[in-house]
């Protein structure tokens, strides 16, 4: 089974920083791009920001110019540095690939998050 361990999440001020990292299984670093996702109270998961295995990265228009994603292919660690950040930032953090692999297979679940929560 594929193990996903998110952490650095924490309770920030509007306009603050914080980096999450996130432990993959080499079963899928290895070969598929990679992405954080985020669920807010009430709200259906999103995809924020994805990285493929060169180092391409993309990202929702809602934190684009404030989010950076990036991978360390020799640690199986996904990161994400989140600046300027805003109470709508606030939600559940999670690691993952792609969500066509996630549908496809049956082994990859989603792992315990990390909570991001922005105070005004």
């Known amino acids: 089974q594929v193990q996903l361990v998110e952490s650095g999440g924490g309770l920030v001020q509007a306009g603050g920083s914080l980096r999450l990292s996130c432990l993959a299984s080499?079963?899928?670093?290895?070969?598929?791009?990679m992405g954080w996702y985020r669920q807010a109270p009430g709200k259906e998961r999103e995809l924020v920001a994805t990285i493929t295995k060169g180092g391409s990265a993309n990202y929702a228009d809602s934190v684009k110019g404030r989010f950076t994603i990036t991978r360390d292919n020799t640690k199986n660690t996904l990161y994400l540095q989140m600046n300027d950040l805003k109470p709508e930032d606030t939600a559940v953090y999670y690691c993952?690939?792609?969500?066509?692999?996630?549908?496809?297979?049956?082994?990859?679940?989603w792992g315990p998050g990390t909570q991001v929560t922005v105070s005004s």
């Open positions: 080499t079963r899928i670093f290895s070969i598929f791009a």
């Open positions: 993952n690939t792609e969500p066509w692999v996630i549908r496809r297979d049956s082994e990859v679940h």
